[in-house]
Nanobody, 117 residues
């Protein structure tokens, strides 16, 4: 109910595109940051992209120029448009939402993205 729910993952060929969505419950208030992390097998979870309530955006160097993060505040939803996908983008992608008043962090269950020919 409260946990964000990701969708849009799947199997694509190198050079293809996917768009991930993460919908937060309307019960999650005072959202400050919405972000996408990813974790490949055997690797640490890493930040791919983040967007603040004020519109500031950060990207990991590895995805800069290929991925675009956006949000719909009215729907409590964050998106990740992923273009020019590479095999090294293969990972489980996790949505993360940070709030204040109270300060809290919410994680989605993850959605698998596989880039393979």
């Amino acid at each position: 109910q409260v946990q964000p729910v990701e969708s849009g993952g799947g199997l694509v060929q190198p050079g293809g595109s996917l768009k991930l969505s993460c919908a937060a419950s309307g019960s999650i208030l005072n959202i400050k940051t919405m972000a996408w992390y990813r974790q490949a097998p055997g690797n640490q979870r890493e930040l791919a992209a983040a967007i603040t309530s004020g519109g500031s955006i950060n990207y990991a160097d590895s995805v800069k120029g290929r991925f675009t993060i956006s949000r719909d505040n009215a729907k409590n939803t964050v998106y990740l448009q992923m273009n020019s996908l590479k095999p090294e983008d293969t990972a489980v992608y996790y949505c993360n939402i940070v709030t204040d008043r109270p300060r809290q962090s919410y994680w989605g269950q993850g959605t698998q993205v596989t880039v393979s020919s």
